[in-house]
């Protein structure tokens, strides 16, 4: 079985930005810039045949390249938050991105956990811990700090180690997105 998922590579001259940012969050386990990605879909574990299906599939779409706009911090889950991150501005071809990357999982019959799709960089993980006074002024600080804004040319499928000193991601395979819209 592969842990696996579906991302959008960061740029360098956005993880350049980024990196100050992280730099400044008093707690947390920052993510290394060689993580840094947008998650389109996470599938979990799944068998060699369904990851070959998986492949076949994202190997069949034709999506035309994206414009992605980050911006702000931001907690995510909800009451208890788990990460800090970049947030995405909401943008109707990621969306369809997304879904068209999810049909792609679907159809080759991996059950993908339903959840909104809320696009996002995570820059630090809080596991259980609270998030401090402090590091809600970082977060309150940079609301609407603008990140940037890059074209995504293609997605990666990735493979998703979890180790103690934290997870590592294995590049399997990248999709390339149209240049321009048809
Ligand atoms: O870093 P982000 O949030 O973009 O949170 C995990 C990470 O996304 C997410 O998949 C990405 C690569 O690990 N992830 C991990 N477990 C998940 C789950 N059970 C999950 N997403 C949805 N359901």
Redesign the pocket.
């Known amino acids: 079985m592969t842990r696996a ?1 579906v991302g959008i590579d960061i740029p360098e001259h956005i993880i350049t930005v980024l990196q100050p940012v992280q730099d400044r969050l008093p707690m947390g386990r920052i993510v290394p810039p060689e993580n840094l ?1 947008l ?1 389109l879909c ?1 599938l ?1 574990d799944v068998s060699d045949p369904a990851l070959e299906a998986v492949h076949e599939r994202l190997s069949a779409l034709h999506q035309p390249g994206v414009d992605i706009t980050l911006s702000g911090l931001d907690w995510i889950g909800g009451a208890h938050p788990r ?1 800090i991150v970049a947030g995405v501005v909401p943008h109707d071809g990621l969306t369809a991105l997304h879904r068209a990357v999810l049909g792609a999982c679907h159809g080759a019959g991996v059950v993908v ?1 339903r ?1 909104r799709f809320v696009p ?1 960089v ?1 820059l630090a993980r809080l596991g259980k811990a609270r998030a401090s006074a402090a590091l809600n002024d970082v977060v309150l600080s940079h609301r609407l700090t603008p990140f940037g804004a890059f074209r995504a040319h293609g997605f990666t499928l990735y493979q ?1 180690d979890l180790r103690p000193e934290g ?1 590592v991601y294995t590049p399997l395979a990248s999709y390339p997105l149209r240049s321009e819209a048809r």
């Open positions: 998922f990605h998650t996470f979990g990460a956990e959840r996002h995570t998703s997870a």
